[in-house]
Structures are given as structure tokens and as C-alpha cells.
């Protein structure tokens, strides 16, 4: 068989880390992140190629340990590794492990935590979208923006009974040991519905200015939920706090892609990255059993 002289195609040129987190701090600006919250390239050379990118709620060992073994070059999680100071990080502690492996590995970290929940689309529109809701809206919107902000509210396509919509809800969200609590009428009409990824019960003034039928979110607590009872709702849906923030991670992924392939990076045009969405649960809690 003749041999062609026609010369191989080269390979698209990769980004680099500094490209991806600049197209990532536009997507997630650093400025819509709570005072206290912790976010942005937690270790990594900024000259070094990103080929691969993993999206991961929990920076833990078992997800390390998984871009690790998929050669990842950048993983991308919603939960920072420190999100208190810290004076050093040797690996005689579990976490300066975690470093030393991604330095050792050659994989970058990223944090996108309450700037992520601020986006638009952020951590809340994903759990929004994955419920079937359309016509949202921020639950809490930001001073001076109302597109940005945390939670989302929005509609079912037609009303249904709180059993029902609760069953939706299980439906789209990974399984896990906790499951969901609910609490409301089975009956209760269901049409409007707020939900915030994470922790959210610091927003239920927001969620009855809202006229929510049905409140979303995950680690309620006893007295506000009781209260929030008490005062005649909404219904509430409790989720693990793990599964209510990971449909947001093929939304980001997605949009990396996009902006990647789209417009290019400063230093390489016309680039393209390989990413994937860890599906480890890293939830905390392993089993539940029935109290007597």
C-alpha cells in the first residue's frame, strides 16, 4: 500500500492552567464569593498544559486519589480544601497529604464554592433544571444584580401533589444513605418551588417572600424547619447536602468545554480539553437506621 505524503495532523494545542482558571474566575468571579469563603487555585503551576479536568463536590482522598489515576492535569471542586488559614501544610496531616499527592501528581486544584452559587448559571439553576423547574429566578438575589444570587425559584410545568414531587426529586438526584425528610401534607398542591444547593436554611424569610409551595435544600436544622412548619410553610425537602451541589458539576464541565472550544484561550487558539464528572459519592454519612 502506497504511504501518503500527506503529514500528520497536529494535535490541538492545550491551554494552559492559567488560561482554564481565567476562563473559570470569569465564568465564577472570585468577587461573588462570601467574605468568609475560600476560592480559587489552591495549588498548581500556571505554565503547566491542562489536557484533562475532573468536576468533584469534595476535594477527599478517594477524588484525588481519582484524578490521580486518570491523569488529570486540573480537578475542579465546589468544596474548598481550606476554607480556614493555615501556616503550613506538611503531609503529617491529612489535608498537607492531599497537597503534596496533587503537587507529586502534577495536578492543579481549583475551588469554585459561593461564587459558583452566586452564577449564573450556578450550583442552584442545575438543581433547578434537574427538578424540572423553568422561569427562575434568584431566590436571594445579589445588591445591584438580580440575575446573580443565591437559590433558585421557579415552576413545574403543571401543579402536583407534594408525594409526588418529592418522588421527582429523588428521582434526580443520586442516591444516598440519608435519602430525603420531607415534611408537608402528601396531598399539598406543588407549583412553585425554591431551592438553594448546600446548606439553606438561613433563607426561608427569602423562601416565603417567595410564595414557594415547596422549599429544596439540604442540612436543615431542627428549630428552623420546625419553625418554618409552624408557620404555615412551605413544605420542605431535606437532601444530602452532597447531592444537592452535583448536578451543578456537568454544567460547569459543559461550560468549560464551551468557553474552551468556543473563543480560545490568550495563548492557544482553537484548544480543546477531555473533562469528566466524578461520580463517587463522598457524602459522609454511610448508613441510616430507623430510631425506636
Known amino acids: ?22 476562563i473559570l474566575e470569569r465564568v465564577y468571579d472570585p468577587s461573588w464569593a462570601e467574605p468568609w469563603d475560600a476560592v480559587g487555585l489552591v495549588c498548581g503551576d500556571p505554565d503547566a498544559p491542562v489536557r484533562t ?14 484524578a490521580l489515576d486518570r ?28 497537597v503534596h499527592q496533587l503537587i507529586r501528581g502534577g495536578t492543579a486544584l481549583f475551588t469554585a464554592h459561593t461564587n459558583a452559587d452566586s452564577a449564573d448559571p450556578g450550583v442552584s439553576d442545575a438543581l433547578a433544571r434537574a427538578l424540572g423547574l423553568h422561569d427562575l429566578r434568584p ?15 421557579g415552576e413545574l ?5 407534594l408525594a409526588r414531587f418529592a418522588a421527582r426529586v429523588a428521582a434526580a438526584l443520586p442516591a444516598t444513605a440519608g435519602g430525603l425528610r420531607i ?54 425537602i431535606d437532601v444530602a447536602h452532597w447531592a444537592s451541589e452535583w448536578p451543578w458539576l456537568e454544567h460547569a464541565a459543559e461550560t468549560l468545554r ?10 492557544a487558539t482553537g484548544t480543546n480539553i477531555e473533562t469528566y464528572v466524578s461520580t463517587l459519592i463522598t457524602d459522609p454519612w454511610d448508613a441510616q437506621l430507623p430510631s425506636r
Do not use: W
Request: proline share 9%; aromatic share 4%; hydrophobic share 45%.
Open 53 to 66: 479536568v475532573g468536576f468533584a463536590v469534595d476535594p477527599v482522598a478517594a477524588v484525588i486519589e481519582e
Open 183 to 236: 415534611a408537608g401534607h402528601a396531598e399539598t398542591p406543588v407549583r412553585r418551588v425554591a431551592v438553594c444547593g448546600g446548606a439553606g436554611d438561613t433563607f426561608f424569610d427569602a423562601v416565603r417572600a417567595s410564595g414557594a409551595d415547596v422549599y429544596v435544600t439540604a442540612d436543615l436544622r431542627h428549630h428552623p424547619a420546625s419553625e418554618a412548619v409552624e408557620a404555615g410553610g412551605p413544605a420542605l
Open 157 to 161: 410545568a403543571e401543579a402536583e401533589p
Open 258 to 267: 464551551s468557553a474552551v472550544a468556543a473563543a480560545g484561550t490568550p495563548t
Open 71 to 98: 491523569g488529570a492535569d486540573l480537578l475542579v471542586t465546589h468544596h474548598p480544601l481550606f476554607l480556614r488559614g493555615v501556616h503550613g501544610v506538611p503531609a503529617t496531616t491529612f489535608k498537607g497529604r492531599l
Open 1 to 22: 500500500m502506497p504511504q501518503s505524503d500527506a503529514a500528520p495532523a497536529a494535535a490541538a494545542p492545550a491551554p494552559t492552567l492559567r488560561d482554564v482558571v481565567a
Open 139 to 153: 431566590l436571594e438575589a445579589r445588591a445591584g444584580n438580580p440575575e446573580l444570587g443565591i437559590g433558585r425559584v
